[in-house]
């Protein structure tokens, strides 16, 4: 079992940043690859960015790509994720995902555990 808290969410203005962290417990975190997904009211949850276990290989959605940044801190046991130049369309509760494999994935079936979530606001 892995237990996964994220934190770091707020109101922030449009062009600001942010970063979310991912504190997870419970089981070695460099067994598992992370996820980032978000979901907006009325919308799926989508896929925002994954890293591997080593933190060697990174993905990110398109809508993200050159703005948002995930890394790993494996002896923290805590993934990051840094959002820059926000958009009001990043307004959404933000998840982070572990999935018990060397790559990442993208889509949510492939996570194995899930946090709450942290809101993300962003006003234009």
Do not use: H
């Amino acid at each position: 079992q892995v237990q996964l808290v994220e934190s770091g969410g707020g109101l922030v203005q449009a062009g600001g940043s942010l970063r979310l962290s991912c504190a997870a417990s419970g089981r070695t975190f460099t067994s598992y690859a992370m996820g980032w997904f978000r979901q907006a009211p009325g919308k799926e949850r989508e896929f925002v960015a994954a890293i591997n276990r080593s933190g060697g290989s990174t993905n990110y959605a398109d809508s993200v790509k050159g703005r948002f940044t995930i890394s790993r801190d494996n002896a923290k046991d805590t993934v990051y994720l840094q959002m820059n130049s926000l958009k009001p369309e990043d307004t959404a509760v933000y998840y982070c995902a572990a999935r018990f494999a060397a790559n990442w994935g993208v889509r949510g079936n492939e996570y194995n555990y899930w946090g709450q979530g942290t809101q993300v606001t962003v006003s234009s």
